[in-house]
């Protein structure tokens, strides 16, 4: 990871600017899980990690309450994660099916991870001004990504923000529709995807498999 990125990461870590979700954090952070009573939080905003010569971002909407709020990395230490990095596995983007703590040894190719928001909000819904604040680290993010082209978003939330990020900084009138595997031209040229978010709820109701997952994530690699 350059420099730049890890100045920012750190910045993010260090991050209190929204006190309702700083605060959410730090209740799920002590009251913690049953089968993780032992364990220490990470507890605290969660950066996103990845290849700074990334030719892909995957965004999602936040961490997960005792996923990445736990093992302080995205898509880490939950279902929706075992998912993806399985798909990503197979679809030759990491060098390990499995993402489970900061010491697993996994290493993404090509790829940087991260979530709109960095901080889990209660319910999973962040309010507008959390977003907002938040969507200045997401701008430093693809700014420092120099070469990437395809931006991957996983569920309706983080495209819809997605696109609220880039109407802010274009002129962008295209009514963009959320389907999933659809891909769109944004106006600085970077290729937009969408996907479903790989949650347990859009799994288990067959909305998303791993054999739809894996054709987009192939479809990416033809732009790469």
């Known amino acids: 990871m350059n420099n730049k990125l890890k100045q920012l990461n750190k910045k993010i870590i260090k991050c209190r600017k929204c006190p309702r979700l700083i605060n959410f954090v730090k209740k799920i952070s002590t009251e913690k899980r049953r089968q993780n009573i032992n364990e220490t939080y990470w ?5 996103g990690f990845g290849d700074s010569n990334s030719k892909l971002i995957i965004l999602g909407l936040a961490p997960a309450a005792h996923g990445g709020t736990r093992t302080g990395r995205a898509f880490t230490g939950d279902k929706s994660g075992d998912f993806l990095f399985d798909c990503l596995f197979k679809a030759k983007f990491s060098n390990q099916s499995n993402s489970s703590d900061l010491k697993d040894g996994l290493k993404v190719k090509n790829t940087y991870i991260t979530n709109i928001i ?5 319910g ?7 977003i907002e604040r938040c969507s200045l680290f997401l701008n430093n993010e693809i700014l420092n990504l120099k070469k990437l082209k395809i931006i991957l978003t996983l569920g309706k939330i983080a495209f819809d923000n997605c696109i609220k990020f880039y109407k802010k900084k274009y002129v962008f009138n295209k009514k963009l529709k ?7 031209i944004l106006p600085d040229g970077k290729i937009l995807f969408c996907s479903y978010h790989p949650s347990p709820r859009n799994v288990n109701t067959g909305l998303l498999n791993k054999s ?3 054709k987009v994530l192939n479809s990416i690699k033809n732009y790469l």
Do not use: A, N, S, T
């Not at 507890?43 to 950066?47: A, K, L, S, T, Y």
């Not at 999973?124 to 959390?130: A, M, S």
């Open 43 to 47: 507890g605290r905003p969660v950066p």
């Open 118 to 122: 960095k901080c889990v909000p209660p």
């Open 124 to 130: 999973d819904k962040p309010l507008i001004d959390e």
């Open 178 to 184: 959320f389907i999933h595997g659809k891909k769109y």
């Open 212 to 214: 739809k997952m894996i």
